[in-house]
Nanobody, 117 residues
Framework: QVQLVESGGGLVQPGGSLRLSCVASGIRFRLYAMGWYRQAPGKQRELVARIDSGGNTNYPDSVKGRFTISRDNAKNTVYLQMNSLAPEDTAVYFC???????????WGQGTQVTVSS
C-alpha cells in the first residue's frame, strides 16, 4: 500500500516562508523521482519542483530561486522549502511519487498553502 502524507501547509503572509514535508511508505523510495505539484481553484495542476533518484532538481520559472526541493532517503521524506511567498502561490500542494517501472504515479492527499495578508 503506497502512502504519501504531506504536512506543513498553512496560512502565511506575503514574503514569508513555509516548509512542506512528504513522508512516503510502500515504495522503494530511493528509486523514485519525487515531485511537488500545486493546484489552485479553476486552474490546472502544475509541477512546482521535481527531484530525481540521483538528486537532480527541476523548477519552473515561476518558483525558481524561491523554492527548493530536497530529499532524505533515510527518512523516506521529500521536502519543499518555500521562501518569498506571494499570493499567487496559494494552492493545494500535492506530493507525487513517479514510478520507475511504468506504473501510475502516486499522490498524497494534499496540503493547503494560503498566502495572504
Amino acid at each position: 500500500q503506497v502512502q504519501l502524507v504531506e504536512s506543513g501547509g498553512g496560512l502565511v503572509q506575503p514574503g514569508g516562508s513555509l516548509r512542506l514535508s512528504c513522508v512516503a511508505s510502500g515504495i522503494r523510495f530511493r528509486l523514485y523521482a519525487m515531485g511537488w505539484y500545486r493546484q489552485a481553484p479553476g486552474k490546472q495542476r502544475e509541477l512546482v519542483a521535481r527531484i530525481d533518484s540521483g538528486g537532480n532538481t527541476n523548477y519552473p520559472d515561476s518558483v525558481k530561486g524561491r523554492f527548493t526541493i530536497s530529499r532524505d532517503n533515510a527518512k523516506n521524506t521529500v521536502y519543499l522549502q518555500m521562501n518569498s511567498l506571494a499570493p499567487e502561490d496559494t494552492a493545494v500542494y500535492f506530493c507525487n511519487a513517479e514510478s520507475p517501472v511504468g506504473l501510475p504515479g502516486s499522490w498524497g492527499q494534499g496540503t493547503q498553502v494560503t498566502v495572504s495578508s
